[in-house]
C-alpha cells in the first residue's frame, strides 16, 4: 500500500511545488471543545443545546462542551439562534468557540487553517473592517457594528499569511449576523 503522505509529497514535486513534511490532516472522529461566549459581554453563556452537524451536546454551566465527531466541515444550529453558523473540524486542535445573543450587530470569527494539514495558521493577517492578526490558535475576530449599514456595500473578507495563497471570500452587499467563518488556506508554490 502507498504511503499517502509520499503519494502527495511526489505529486507536489512533479507539479513544480515544494514538499512539505507537515503531517496531513488527521482522519476519524475528532474529540474537541469549545465555549459558548456572550457577544456583547464576552461572559460563558451557560446550558446552551449545539446540533454539529448530527451530534447533539449542550453547554455545561461554564458555557463549555465537547464534541466529538469525524473531521469535517458542519453546519451547526444553536439553540435560541436565528441563525445556523457552521465549523470546520480539522483535529483535536479545533477551537470550538461560538458566539450567541448577536442582535442587529454583525461580526465573523473562526479558525484559519492550513488546508494540507489543517493545523491553526498563527499570525495570518485578516482583512474586513480592520486589519488584524490571529493568535496561536489561528483565531480571528472582526466586529462589524451593531447598526443597520446604509448604504450598504458589497464586502469581502481577506485572509493572507507568509507562505500560503492569499484568499478573499464576498460576504455579500452589507452582510449581517454573528457568524463562525473558518477559512483554509493553501501553501504557495515554494512554500516549505
Not at 502507498?2 to 512539505?20: F, M, Y
Not at 474529540?31 to 453563556?45: E, H, L, N
Amino acid at each position: 500500500m502507498t504511503n499517502p503522505a509520499r503519494l502527495a509529497c511526489v505529486i507536489a514535486l512533479l507539479g513544480g511545488w515544494s514538499c512539505r513534511s507537515s503531517p496531513t490532516m488527521p482522519s476519524g472522529p475528532m474529540t474537541f471543545s469549545g465555549r459558548i461566549i456572550d457577544y456583547a459581554t464576552g461572559a460563558s453563556v451557560p446550558n446552551v443545546a449545539l446540533r454539529i452537524g448530527d451530534e447533539a451536546v449542550v453547554a455545561d454551566a461554564t458555557g463549555t462542551y465537547t464534541a466529538t465527531v469525524p473531521v469535517g466541515t458542519y453546519k451547526v444550529s444553536i439553540d435560541g439562534q436565528p441563525k445556523s453558523t457552521g465549523i470546520d473540524v480539522r483535529g483535536p486542535w479545533t477551537r470550538g468557540d461560538f458566539l450567541v445573543n448577536g442582535g442587529s450587530c454583525r461580526a465573523r470569527y473562526g479558525q484559519i487553517t492550513d488546508s494540507f494539514s489543517g493545523r491553526p495558521i498563527a499570525g495570518a493577517m485578516v482583512a474586513l473592517n480592520t486589519r488584524m492578526v490571529t493568535d496561536a490558535d489561528g483565531w480571528y475576530r472582526q466586529d462589524g457594528g451593531c447598526s443597520n449599514c446604509s448604504p450598504c456595500n458589497t464586502t469581502d473578507i481577506a485572509v493572507s499569511a507568509k507562505g500560503y495563497v492569499s484568499k478573499s471570500l464576498l460576504l455579500g452587499r452589507g452582510y449581517s449576523d454573528v457568524l463562525r467563518l473558518d477559512i483554509p488556506l493553501d501553501r504557495g508554490r515554494d512554500a516549505n
